[in-house]
């Protein structure tokens, strides 16, 4: 998924709806983590990106609260 994709997609959800999309990805990210310690899994590109999703939505997040929205 492309940066300009992910922030478009941003723009067109609430705060709500991107604090919950934290949660799922937050849950994600841990399956991922247990996947990777117990040998199920090798590719921490997964891993990677996950915690770069999570870190564009807080940002998008923080944003909408300054903004009061």
């Known amino acids: 998924m492309k940066k300009k994709d992910t922030m478009a ?3 067109g959800k609430s ?3 991107l604090e919950k999309s934290v949660v ?3 849950a994600k990210m841990w399956q991922y983590r247990i996947d990777l310690a117990s040998g ?3 590719n921490i590109k997964e891993i990677k990106a996950v ?3 999570i870190a564009r ?3 998008v997040v923080s944003g909408l609260a300054i903004a009061g929205k």
């Open 57 to 59: 939505t807080l940002t």
């Open 51 to 53: 915690k770069k999703a």
């Open 15 to 17: 705060r709500a709806e």
């Open 9 to 11: 997609e941003f723009k």
């Open 40 to 42: 199920k899994t090798k």
């Open 24 to 26: 799922e990805m937050r």
